[in-house]
């Protein structure tokens, strides 16, 4: 079974709106990261926030990690229609190797 | 630089033949992951490497599923005895250091099992 979540599992929106997709995760961990997919194979990662952090930005991204209740959150303000991607979180479980990916949010961006 | 790159992109087989697919991580790279991935699905983990050694190769499936990487650098996913199930996109991914690193992902490998 997969440590991450995401909800919601496809989200529509129109250009210029926010979007906001959140994960959950089970076990506690070392850090969290953000991936995006298009259509397509490659991820491209986003950004990575450390279990000691609880919000960072990089651009039009945002994203706050909650670890009492192991959930992390994916802001992307004024989206584009270029924004249209699948988008995953994945954790690396604190002690080891592995990185988990959930299951994905599909966004949609409306021109 | 050059990213990551797998060969090959596509790759189709008959039910019973063997696979493999190569994965070429970025130079310097130490970490190298195996994900295998269904469509709808978020990539699956396979197994790790750092260096030369699988240090973590419990996400692989069954005996039939093997890596390797006896340079450090290139690495070598192979399969006996494939199965229709076995159909997926399989992704390499590859970090500068230890499994709390950025993963840097190749376009992956589509495995069609007639």
């Known amino acids: 079974s997969q440590q991450g979540e995401e909800d919601p599992q496809a989200l529509s929106i129109q250009e210029g709106e926010n979007a906001t997709m959140n994960c959950s995760y089970k076990t506690s961990i070392n850090n969290l990261q953000w991936y995006r997919q298009n259509s397509g194979r490659g991820l491209v990662h986003l950004i990575l926030i450390r279990s000691n952090e609880r919000e960072k930005h990089s651009g039009r991204l945002r994203v706050t990690l909650d670890t009492s209740k192991k959930s992390s959150s994916l802001l992307i303000t004024a989206s584009r229609a270029a924004d249209t991607a699948s988008y995953f979180c994945?954790?690396?479980?604190?002690?080891?190797?592995?990185?988990?990916f959930g299951a994905g949010t599909r966004l949609f961006v409306k021109a | 630089g050059a990213g990551v790159s797998q060969t090959p992109s596509n790759k189709v087989t008959e039910k019973g033949k063997y696979v493999e697919l190569r994965c070429d991580p970025i130079?310097?790279?130490?970490?190298l992951y195996w994900y295998r991935q269904s469509l709808g699905q978020g990539p699956e983990f396979l197994i790790y490497f750092q260096g030369t050694g699988a240090a973590d190769d419990s996400g692989l499936p069954n005996d039939r599923f093997f890596a390797v990487r006896p340079e450090g650098s290139v690495s070598t996913l192979k399969i006996q005895r494939t199965e229709r199930g076995d159909s997926a996109v399989y992704l390499c991914a590859s970090s500068p250091g230890s499994g709390t690193d950025t993963q840097y992902f190749g376009p992956g490998t589509r495995l069609t099992v007639l």
């Open positions: 130079s310097g790279h130490t970490a």
């Open positions: 994945a954790t690396d479980a604190a002690g080891g190797f592995k990185t988990i």
